[in-house]
């Protein structure tokens, strides 16, 4: 009982994440909720991350989480972030700076929903990831990056595509 304490005292409250995975959508195509604080952690259930399609289903979502959670934080009304895949992914092939933070926050949500979903990224694609989010984190500007450690924007795209892909396996979509 004391470590669901210790638990719920890390989280400050719950958050509404949206995705856009298409270049064609303006809006996100997949919706999320995240309780965020000291650990920031998507809705499951049997272990699979919850995605919806629709802002309607974000009640139907948040009754998936544990009754200690509800009886201290409320539904979020406003979508919080948007993990913006199609405009990472614009920005890493065709741009040399990411004044948004556009990437490293989407990075940082993938790192998120990969570590929940128990899926661990090959050591290559963890490498090129993790310290381009380091990089990102103190400098927007990240071509001179890729020269100086040789690494391609197609191996960032592919290591994050198969991010993406671990995480839907390992997801539950409600419509």
């Known amino acids: 009982m004391s470590q669901n304490i210790v638990q719920h005292s890390e989280i400050n409250g719950i958050s509404l994440v949206g995705f856009r995975l298409s270049p064609e959508s303006e809006n ?10 000291q650990k920031d952690i998507p809705v499951k259930d049997n272990d699979q991350v ?3 399609k629709s ?4 009640d139907r979502a ?5 009754d200690n959670i509800k009886s201290l934080f409320p539904p979020p009304s406003e ?4 993990c913006d895949v199609a405009e990472m992914l614009y920005i890493i092939n065709n741009e040399d700076r990411d004044e948004s933070a556009t990437i490293v926050n989407g990075l940082n949500t993938i790192f998120d929903l990969l570590k929940a979903t128990k899926m661990n990224l090959p050591s290559e694609y963890k490498e ?8 990102l984190t103190f400098n927007r500007e990240f071509a001179a ?3 100086q450690y040789a690494v391609t924007r197609e191996a960032i795209t592919n290591a994050i595509i198969w991010g993406i892909g671990a995480i839907t396996i390992r997801s539950r979509i409600l419509e």
């Open 145 to 147: 990056y890729l020269n």
């Open 55 to 58: 802002l309607g289903l974000v």
């Open 62 to 66: 948040y009754a998936l989480f544990d």
């Open 50 to 52: 919850v995605f919806f």
């Open 128 to 135: 090129i990831l993790y310290r381009f989010a380091d990089h």
């Open 28 to 37: 996100p195509d997949w919706y999320t909720l995240f309780t965020y604080g």
């Open 79 to 82: 979508l919080d972030l948007i």
